[in-house]
């Protein structure tokens, strides 16, 4: 299939030495603007060799641990300081990001679920494009913040997956154990088809991502792990000047689909156990309240395995398929 080349363009020169800071622009005609654009900010710091280093966040639009530590990196970094090259994009589903949504405004779209996305197709598939046959191409090593949004809330971690190319998943690894968040997973997906940690991984990139709280907010806590992690991830991939500030981290495992547990009536939530806590198989996790009338007893929500609860529902009121809560099997580094 013969591809059209992607409707954007970047005012940066990925080329060019020292520090640039630029868009990417993307033609979108519309009420307000008949030949307007949207205007991802992206910045470029090149000095000498090195590998390339991709790093974005708000990949939704309601995550902001990523945006808040690459929107610090973008104004601070110095070229001096780095060797090889660092692409920043800290709102990479910018309408999102704008509207402070999970999905694009404009046409819904989940970016990570959008992957390897078209040029001539919706804003989120033409976004998707752009990094598929752009910036992928040109990256080595891959760290894509996200959070648990509006909807969900985790244990601040690092994670990485299990691949089958057993060199691409250590140095992945190495990587998540340099970034240093309280907790560090060997992370299975539910969804994995369309996200673009599988775009990625598929190229061989070396990808890393977090999961750093979440409910649609980023706290003083979380902000600074993800700024400490995001140092640590580049001094330790040799792109960075300056030295791991190496942290403590308890490894999880996600071994199988028994991990989440989902919600199979709708209602007010009450949750018996919180992020963090130990449970043991069968335990009760959260009640469900029927909220039509008084008088009728909640439905129990149980854990499908022992561990930690890592993840979490965030809103008071749950709806029939959400996910209430996912649990990890700690182990060793
Ligand atoms: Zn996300």
Not at 19 to 46: C, E, F, K
Not at 137 to 155: E, N, Q, W
Not at 168 to 192: C, H, K, N, T
Not at 241 to 251: F, H, L, N, S, Y
Request: proline share 7%; net charge negative; glycine share 12%.
């Amino acid at each position: 299939m013969q591809l059209v080349p992607s409707p954007i363009t970047a005012t940066v020169d990925f080329a060019a030495p020292g520090v640039q800071h630029g868009y990417l622009r993307l033609p979108y005609s519309r009420d307000d603007a008949a030949w307007g654009s949207i205007m991802t900010p992206i910045a470029v710091v090149n000095n000498g060799d090195g590998p390339t280093a991709l790093l974005t966040g708000a990949n939704h639009g309601d995550e902001y641990e990523g945006p808040i530590a690459l929107f610090d990196l973008s104004s601070t970094i110095r070229a001096e300081d780095v060797s090889g090259r660092i692409i920043i994009v800290p709102a990479m589903n910018y309408p999102a990001f704008g509207a402070g949504t999970r999905t694009s405004p404009i046409d819904r779209g989940n970016l990570n679920r959008s992957f390897p996305g078209r040029p001539d197709g919706s804003v989120t598939q033409k976004i998707a494009d752009y990094f598929q046959r752009v910036l992928l191409p040109m990256s080595d090593i891959v760290l894509d913040f996200h959070s648990g949004g509006k909807t969900l809330d985790f244990l601040p971690y690092c994670a990485a997956h299990i691949l089958p190319d057993k060199r691409q998943e250590a140095q992945s690894f190495d990587l998540v154990r340099a970034f240093g968040a309280p907790w560090s997973v060997r992370m299975l997906e539910i969804d994995a088809v369309g996200m673009y940690d599988t775009a990625a991984e598929e190229m061989g990139k070396i990808f890393v991502t977090t999961e750093l709280g979440g409910g649609g907010t980023a706290t003083a806590h979380t902000a600074g792990i993800a700024k400490r992690g995001l140092k640590n991830l580049l001094i330790a991939a040799g792109l960075l000047k300056g030295d791991v500030d190496a942290q403590p981290t308890q490894w999880l495992d996600m071994p199988d689909a028994d991990c989440f547990t989902f919600a199979e009536d709708g209602g007010l939530i009450e949750f018996l156990a919180d992020l963090g806590d130990h449970v043991v198989q069968d335990q009760p996790v959260a009640r469900i309240f029927p909220v039509a009338r008084t008088g009728l007893l909640p439905v129990t929500v149980t854990a499908g395995r022992a561990g930690v609860m890592m993840a979490r529902h965030f809103p008071g009121i749950v709806k029939p398929g959400d996910c209430v809560a996912v649990i990890g099997v700690e182990v060793e580094g």
